[in-house]
Structures are given as structure tokens and as C-alpha cells.
């Protein structure tokens, strides 16, 4: 017999409740566009284009009346699949009135019979993907794309929403943010702005391929680890010093310089902030805050500040992502209580463990694996989600006690680069310690 949702109390933190909360549905893995930052042109990614059947579907269909959101994408364009308005259309027939429901697009199908169709089905948030306003980049960005598609799009869907004033449907963008396009990012909600956008969420970029990995806008280290490096700095300079003349090797003991009494006072110093950080359990990569331009990070901050202000004076919602790794890291996607079902009905926790991929994390690269917790076609989804394997996951990454790999000295470490992930050197299960997620890295429509 199947599980059915209880009438537990809501106020119980969703990672432990005995039904979902939020579901994120591949209904399709087909995409009209070979996008060179996509997951499915990641090496050693196994993505094999389908669609979701209307069976596994269906079997997802219990736990709808207790969801608060209903995202229908995954890898693909969700508008490619032939009985997307009808899954929209089933779902919130018996959905609560206050939930959500939403998918992401890359726009190029989106006709006015297709925008007729959203705003009338129910639909909540349909996020559009637009890198920039200039058509060199966003052409090159969105291969297969142009950026007139893009705005036919929005006008479709203006002149739908304009015909059904009482529509659900908000419109949004996602931008992801590189070095190439940051400073477009102004000009880019500007002009999502005029043309009906009532959000916009910026991610930073997920890099697959080697060649992309000085595109990335954000620093590797994490905000406590800058906010003690910059003290330590500070004090090295009072003393007459130059924090370049900080050579890491002299803590491996693999260089011994003739101590100087002023050498010898940088290197307490150092002691002395790598006690407070250990005391807080702050991991210091020294060479690699070594090297941070300070100037690139402090132009961020200031580009982000403008871009509120900005977004606030037009009318937007704007979320933006880390500028740098946060220390105060926590998965969205589990304390959110979601589930991610494939488009074969294979059970999944999160974004970064929904497929396989080869992808660059700080300057070192990894193989993802699927962490996959049962299949719809054979159990129920309320059986598998209260399933002592992926209840247990959700209270371990709950927890989120886990080593900051990205921040590390020694990282890629053997068992962070073994295929088959076991442990970390905490000796968790939960592959959790590098997440750009967790860290406010990157974002998507949830």
C-alpha cells in the first residue's frame, strides 16, 4: 500500500517532514539548442534525450495537494514536450491555491499560441535565459539563439498577459554571470526590464570545460577566510612589512629563510590567525588568497550594490547570488524539502546530484555522479522519500557539517576526486563539501 501525505504540522523544518514540498519534474531532456555551458556537453556526461512518460507523471500526482512549488524542468526545454499544458494543467487542479508553479526556457519556441497557452494554464513563473544585450554575447552564449528571439518573446508574452490582466503568470530571466558579460549585467536589467520582466535571478557560472575556468566572476575563497586574511594583511603592513613577502613553503618546511626578527614576527602573525581560524573552523588556503585580487572582488560588491538600487528603481525582483563562497553554507534544495525526479522517474536530492558530468570547481576538475534513491515506476514517491537512505541524507545535509574542500590547501584530495565518492575527510557520505550551490554560488528557479 502507498504512502499518503499526513497532516503533520507544516511548522516541522521541510527536510523532515513525510512528504515533499517541492518537486522539481525533467519532463524533457530534448533542447532545440547546444548551449557550450550546458551540462549536456560536459565530458562524461551519459544524458540521453527523452521525454517524461504521462505514467510517471501520473505517479507523482499524490503528493500535489501538500506541494508549495512545482518546478517542470530539468536539463531540457521543457517547451518540447507534447503534453507540457496539460501537466500544468493537472497539477494545479489540485495543488494548493498559494503554491507555485514555474519552469525555466530558453524562449526560442515561445509563439503567440504558446504565450496564449501559458497565461491562461495556471502557470505561475516562467524564467526566460538572457546572458547580456549585446548579440555577439549572447549568440555565443546561447548557440543556436538570437538575441530578436528573445525580445519576440517577450512580446508574445506581453500581449497575452495584457489580454488576461488576471493572470498568475510572472515573467523572469536568468543571467549567468562570467567575467565576458558582468558588465552587461546593468544594461541587461534594463532591458528585461522594459520588455515585461518582473524578476530576474542571477546565477554565477558552473564551469564544464577547462577552458572556461577564468570566466567565472567570483573568488574562490570564502568570505570569513578574506574577512581574517585582510586583518592578517592589515597587521603585516603596520609592521613595515609586505604580505608578498609571505612565502607559504616556509610552513612545510620546505624553504627555511634566514630568520629576520621582522620575517619572525609575520610568521606569528600568521600563527596567530591560523589559530583563530582553526578556532572557527575557518579553512585557509594561503596561496590561494595569496593571489586574490581584492580590487575584483571589491568591483563585484559595488556592481551588485548598483544593480539592487537599480532593480528596485524599476520594479524588479532581483536575487543575486555570492559574490564570494559564504561561509555560512546550507542546501536550498533540502531545506526547502525537495525532491528532483528524472525524466525516467529516478529519485534524486539536489541540482548538483541529479546527473553525471565532468565539471571545474575552483581550478580542479571532478566527475559527478547521480545519487539516485528509487525509482516512481517501482515505489511510490512517499515511500522513497521517507525511506530510512534519504530521510537520513536530508538530516545529515541538514546538519551541513562538512569540510570547506573549495578553501582547502591540500584539495583536490584522493577521496574528493575518487569516481565513486565514499567520504570526505569527515568521514560524510554526502558528497556536500565543494557545493558552489551551498555556498550562494549559483541559483536557479526554485
Known amino acids: 500500500m502507498s504512502?499518503?501525505?499526513?497532516?503533520?504540522?507544516?511548522?516541522?523544518?521541510?527536510?523532515?517532514?513525510?512528504?515533499?514540498?517541492?518537486?522539481?519534474v525533467e519532463t524533457t531532456t530534448f533542447c532545440n539548442l547546444r548551449c557550450p555551458m550546458c551540462v549536456k556537453q560536459a565530458a562524461d556526461s551519459?544524458?540521453?534525450?527523452?521525454?517524461?512518460?504521462?505514467?510517471?507523471?501520473?505517479?507523482?500526482?499524490?503528493v500535489f495537494p501538500r506541494l508549495e512549488a512545482l518546478l517542470l524542468n530539468g536539463i531540457g526545454e521543457a517547451l518540447m514536450h507534447p503534453h507540457l499544458l496539460g501537466f500544468i494543467h493537472r497539477a494545479r487542479r489540485v495543488m494548493p491555491e498559494?503554491?507555485?508553479?514555474?519552469?525555466?526556457?530558453?524562449?526560442?519556441?515561445?509563439?503567440?499560441r504558446w504565450a496564449r497557452d501559458l497565461v491562461a494554464s495556471g502557470l505561475d513563473r516562467l524564467c526566460l535565459s538572457v546572458d547580456g544585450v549585446k548579440p555577439d554575447t549572447f549568440s555565443k552564449v546561447r548557440e543556436g539563439e538570437d538575441l530578436s528571439d528573445m525580445e519576440q518573446a517577450f512580446a508574445y508574452l506581453a500581449a497575452a498577459r495584457k489580454r488576461q490582466p488576471d493572470t498568475r503568470l510572472k515573467v523572469g530571466v536568468e543571467f549567468v554571470l562570467m567575467q565576458e558579460n558582468k558588465q552587461q549585467l546593468l544594461d541587461t536589467l534594463r532591458w528585461v526590464a522594459a520588455r515585461g520582466a518582473d524578476f530576474m535571478l542571477v546565477t554565477q557560472a558552473l564551469v564544464y570545460d577547462g577552458a572556461y575556468v577564468d570566466e567565472v566572476a567570483y573568488d574562490n575563497s570564502t568570505d570569513a577566510a578574506v574577512e581574517i586574511f585582510t586583518?592578517?594583511?592589515?597587521?603585516?603592513?603596520?609592521?613595515?612589512?609586505?604580505?608578498?613577502?609571505?612565502?607559504?613553503?616556509?610552513?612545510?618546511?620546505?624553504?627555511?629563510?634566514?630568520?629576520?626578527?621582522?620575517?619572525?614576527?609575520?610568521?606569528?602573525?600568521?600563527?596567530?590567525?591560523?589559530?583563530?581560524?582553526?578556532?572557527?573552523?575557518?579553512?585557509?588556503?594561503?596561496?590561494?588568497l595569496m593571489k586574490r585580487s581584492a580590487d575584483h572582488a571589491g568591483q563585484m560588491q559595488a556592481l551588485f550594490a548598483e544593480?539592487?538600487?537599480?532593480a528596485k528603481s524599476l520594479g524588479v525582483e532581483l536575487k543575486l547570488p555570492a559574490a564570494v563562497p559564504r561561509y555560512e553554507r546550507k542546501c536550498d534544495f533540502v531545506e526547502d524539502g525537495g525532491a528532483f525526479i528524472s525524466w525516467d522517474g529516478s529519485v534524486h536530492p539536489?541540482?548538483?546530484?541529479?546527473?553525471?558530468?565532468?565539471?571545474?570547481?575552483?581550478?580542479?576538475?571532478?566527475?559527478?555522479?547521480?545519487?539516485?534513491?528509487?525509482?516512481?515506476?517501482?515505489?511510490?514517491?512517499?515511500?522513497i522519500w521517507n525511506d530510512q537512505a534519504f530521510r537520513g541524507f536530508r538530516e545529515n545535509v541538514h546538519e551541513f557539517d562538512y569540510p570547506y574542500c573549495c578553501n582547502c590547501a591540500v584539495a583536490p584530495c584522493d577521496l574528493l576526486q575518487e569516481d565513486d565518492f565514499e567520504q570526505d575527510c569527515y568521514t560524510q557520505e554526502e558528497p556536500c563539501g565543494a557545493c558552489q550551490w551551498a555556498m550562494g554560488l549559483l541559483q536557479c528557479l526554485q
Open 98 to 112: 498559494q503554491s507555485w508553479i514555474g519552469f525555466q526556457s530558453n524562449g526560442l519556441l515561445l509563439d503567440e
Open 46 to 62: 551519459n544524458i540521453i534525450d527523452a521525454d517524461m512518460t504521462d505514467a510517471t507523471f501520473s505517479a507523482l500526482e499524490p
Open 3 to 24: 504512502s499518503q501525505p499526513s497532516l503533520q504540522p507544516a511548522a516541522l523544518p521541510a527536510p523532515l517532514r513525510d512528504y515533499p514540498s517541492k518537486l522539481f
Open 231 to 288: 586583518r592578517w594583511r592589515d597587521k603585516v603592513n603596520s609592521l613595515g612589512l609586505d604580505v608578498k613577502d609571505y612565502d607559504p613553503r616556509w610552513e612545510l618546511g620546505r624553504f627555511v629563510p634566514t630568520i629576520d626578527p621582522k620575517i619572525a614576527r609575520m610568521m606569528e602573525v600568521v600563527d596567530e590567525l591560523r589559530a583563530e581560524a582553526r578556532s572557527k573552523d575557518v579553512f585557509l588556503d594561503m596561496p590561494r
Open 307 to 310: 544593480a539592487e538600487e537599480l
Open 350 to 383: 539536489c541540482y548538483f546530484l541529479w546527473h553525471q558530468f565532468r565539471c571545474f570547481i575552483s581550478d580542479w576538475d571532478r566527475l559527478v555522479k547521480p545519487k539516485v534513491f528509487g525509482n516512481v515506476s517501482d515505489r511510490p514517491l512517499l515511500d
